[in-house]
């Protein structure tokens, strides 16, 4: 896999926290921003912005090192997490409590995750987590990392009928 860049991971943990209203967020919406951008990333480059690994979990890939980097974030003093009750589960909200640095990403880096932010910022959590059940999620056993580069399967498309006509008449 790629060499993971903590630094810069903490950082789009931190930026995305800070654009993204705390009661909007929880830990799933993170989750998919995190995973989509590196997607897109990597669709785009053949590398992701983080280097981060996700791993297969029954809500959609979820990042290795999630929990570790929330927890150096408390601890600098540049986030809060607040637990709530929301009907019969646990929401986690993250509060960004200063500004984020965002002079480790590119133009093209901040704009992927902000268009990941706003296309998962409108959807519900529940929603985002069924479309994260893609083609690279759905290939991989419960809690192994996913393989960034199996993303590309998702961009083939089944075979339509018309398809395997021209591919007969081509022979």
Known sequence: MENFNRSKFMAMVHYIADAVPSRMLGKTRLNKILWYSDREMYLKSGHTISGETYLKFPKGPLS??????????????????????????????????????????????????????AWISSLTAEEVSLRSHGRAWETTMENDEIPMFSVLTEKIRDLTPEDLEWALSET
Do not use: C, N, W
């Not at 999630?66 to 600098?76: M, Q, T, W, Y």
């Not at 019969?88 to 133009?107: A, G, M, N, R, W």
């Open 64 to 117: 290795k090192h999630f929990l570790a980097v929330i927890d150096d974030l408390k601890d600098s003093g540049k986030l809060v997490v607040r637990r709530t009750r929301v009907y019969d589960y646990e929401q986690f909200e993250y509060i960004s409590l200063v500004e984020p640095d965002i002079s480790l990403f590119s133009t093209e880096e901040m704009d992927i995750i902000g268009r990941q932010i």
